[in-house]
T-cell receptor, first 115, second 110 residues
Framework: SAVISQKPSRDICQRGTSLTIQCQVDSQVTMMFWYRQQPGQSLTLIATANQGSEATYESGFVIDKFPISRPNLTFSTLTVSNMSPEDSSIYLC????????????FGPGTRLTVL | GENVEQHPSTLSVQEGDSAVIKCTYSDSASNYFPWYKQELGKRPQLIIDIRSNVGEKKDQRIAVTLNKTAKHFSLHITETQPEDSAVYFCAASNGNQFYFGTGTSLTVIP
């Protein structure tokens, strides 16, 4: 298994600003992902963080709004840019180990509130 | 892309009864189907998973079944306990991305 930490755990931000969320894994993982989860809702995949190259974004998410970095196998960042109240959500990172990126483990999440 | 549907959205059972949650998927390339349990304010935790070369898997009170032909899989919890109360998510993966169902809020009534 993998132990995943995130920081900050929560933040309250002003409209128009940006926040960078950090995700650290205690061991090397095959893949890392970023999700968004609205309260009481399911997890929506934002993007796959690729080591040393541009992230792969899902439909509805773009690099200008959610730039992602993954400089090595155990660390990734997600930036929420030019925030609006609609960006208020929980953001979770995850790491997947094993063949084909299976056995996914989640970080504790970052609760973001945009005023 | 993949579309994962999950039913029911809410489920209440008496303690000791069984609970069944069902999911369907659309992408025949999906080959890995995990189930996650998420307690309020906590991260999702993997509870059981199944791969496409297996039809059924059991771990104590939890079992998962997979029907590849019909593209559906189910979670079965027997002898439910109050601590089983949580939101359960199914997911489907082709090895590159994971797509989650909409979740089932399970309440076990003591």
């Amino acid at each position: 298994s993998a132990v995943i930490s995130q920081k900050p755990s929560r933040d309250i931000c002003q409209r128009g600003t940006s926040l960078t969320i950090q995700c650290q894994v205690d061991s090397q993982v095959t893949m890392m992902f970023w999700y968004r989860q609205q309260p009481g809702q399911s997890l929506t995949l934002i993007a796959t963080a690729n080591q040393g190259s541009e992230a792969t974004y899902e439909s509805g998410f773009v690099i200008d709004k959610f730039p992602i970095s993954r400089p090595n196998l155990t660390f990734s960042t997600l930036t929420v840019s030019n925030m609006s109240p609609e960006d208020s959500s929980i953001y979770l990172c995850s790491g997947a180990v094993g063949t084909g990126g299976n056995e996914q483990f989640f970080g504790p999440g970052t609760r973001l509130t945009v005023l | 892309g993949e579309n994962v549907e999950q039913h029911p959205s809410t489920l209440s059972v008496q303690e000791g009864d069984s609970a069944v949650i069902k999911c369907t998927y659309s992408d025949s390339a999906s080959n890995y189907f995990p189930w996650y349990k998420q307690e309020l304010g906590k991260r999702p935790q993997l509870i059981i998973d199944i791969r496409s070369n297996v039809g059924e898997k059991k771990d104590q009170r939890i079992a998962v079944t997979l029907n590849k032909t019909a593209k559906h899989f189910s979670l079965h919890i027997t002898e439910t306990q109050p601590e089983d109360s949580a939101v359960y998510f199914c997911a489907a993966s082709n090895g590159n991305q994971f797509y989650f169902g909409t979740g089932t809020s399970l309440t076990v009534i003591p």
